[in-house]
């Protein structure tokens, strides 16, 4: 015969990763008590570590909810755009000067696409005003993945609990590397004022003038590969921005519907509460009626019940009269019969 005890995870149906993923897709407001009684559940199935692990999750702030947001209900976007991130930072190298800033000007607009978009998905889950100070973090969450490979693996997650804050931005941190490797110490003799970037052009200078032709041919193909690189890179943030401002478009619409519509059932509900106020009002009177009807049928019937028991009285005194009266009658007739001639 099988021992009996406790229930394990597996009896229970519990895996830990779905209850992060679904405690990260809840608000803000919602998360402690969800965790906690998640918590709870788990620690009666008989595994205290897990609920501890899950009691130790930290409820999200605003603006991290929102970017979980925006990757939960809107994947193909933010996977189009860390996949632009991973693009930029391949073109970072070769960019200079008005290109640099063009990308960049594109990046603002790609961001603040996202940010209406994440405004509308705050609406449509009750947070209709969000502040300044959420925005800002949003951006920089934002900002951080599109620059840092690190922190677009956290954002594709899901699951931030805070919001990131980025080191550098693209125009003054070399691609591809990450927040640690910008945060390095500089290798031995390099000064912190530019000498070392003075020395590394002197350097290439002297390599470039005593270089061979062939060198000059590859490093006129490696411009040609670094503007081929660029091109694309623009196109698909032009094709990415389009995207972006199209579903925009899209969820501004939505939420103008969804408010219209929450407008006119605001309305029909005030109005069907006035109705239902009416109708209350409308059984109170006809209960007071009722009530008042009720008293004068009972004392209406107690008036006929009277009136019926006088009425056998008065029957039965008739009757008793009308055997008088025959009796009388007859006495007459024999009085009249024995009259002497």
Do not use: C
Not at 64 to 83: G, K, P, Q, S, Y
Not at 173 to 194: D, I, N, S
Not at 239 to 252: C, F, G, N, P, Q
Not at 296 to 315: M, P, V, W
Request: aromatic share 2%; net charge positive.
């Amino acid at each position: 015969m099988a021992t009996r005890g406790k229930p394990t995870r597996q009896d229970a149906g519990i895996d830990e990763d779905t209850i992060v993923d679904e405690l990260y897709g809840l608000a803000p407001d919602e998360f402690v008590a969800a965790r906690d009684a998640r918590a709870h559940t788990v620690r009666t199935a008989g595994d205290r570590a897990m609920a501890g692990r899950i009691g130790d999750l930290r409820r999200p702030v605003l603006a991290a909810w929102l970017a979980n947001l925006l990757v939960r209900e809107h994947r193909d976007e933010i996977d189009a755009f860390l996949r632009l991130g991973t693009a930029m930072r391949d073109a970072q190298e070769q960019l200079q000067g008005p290109e640099l800033r063009e990308l960049s000007r594109q990046r603002h607009r790609v961001i603040d696409a996202l940010q209406h978009r994440a405004l509308a998905l705050a609406a449509a889950h009750g947070h209709p005003t969000v502040g300044d100070t959420t925005l800002r973090d949003l951006q920089d969450t934002l900002n951080t993945a599109l620059a840092d490979p690190e922190a677009a693996q956290r954002l594709a997650a899901g699951r931030l609990t805070a919001p990131l804050h980025p080191e550098g931005t693209f125009a003054s941190a070399p691609a591809g590397r990450t927040t640690k490797q910008r945060k390095a110490t500089p290798p031995a003799g390099v000064g912190k004022t530019g000498e070392a970037t003075r020395a590394t052009k002197a350097t290439k200078a002297t390599k470039d003038a005593n270089a061979p032709k062939g060198a000059e041919s590859a490093k006129g193909n490696h411009a040609a590969q670094a503007r081929a690189a660029r091109e694309r890179a623009r196109k698909q943030y032009e094709s990415e921005l389009a995207h972006a401002r199209t579903t925009v478009e899209a969820a501004e619409k939505s939420a103008r519907e969804a408010t219209r519509t929450a407008r006119e059932r605001r309305t029909a509900a005030e109005k069907a509460r006035a109705r239902h106020t009416e109708a209350l009002a409308d059984v109170e009177a006809l209960a007071t009626r009722l009530d008042k009807a009720r008293t004068t049928a009972t004392r209406l019937g107690t008036a006929a019940d009277k009136a019926e028991a006088e009425h056998e009285r008065a029957d039965q005194a008739a009757q008793d009269a009308s055997t008088a009266a025959r009796s009388a009658r007859d006495n007459l007739d024999h009085v009249t019969a024995t009259r002497p001639d």
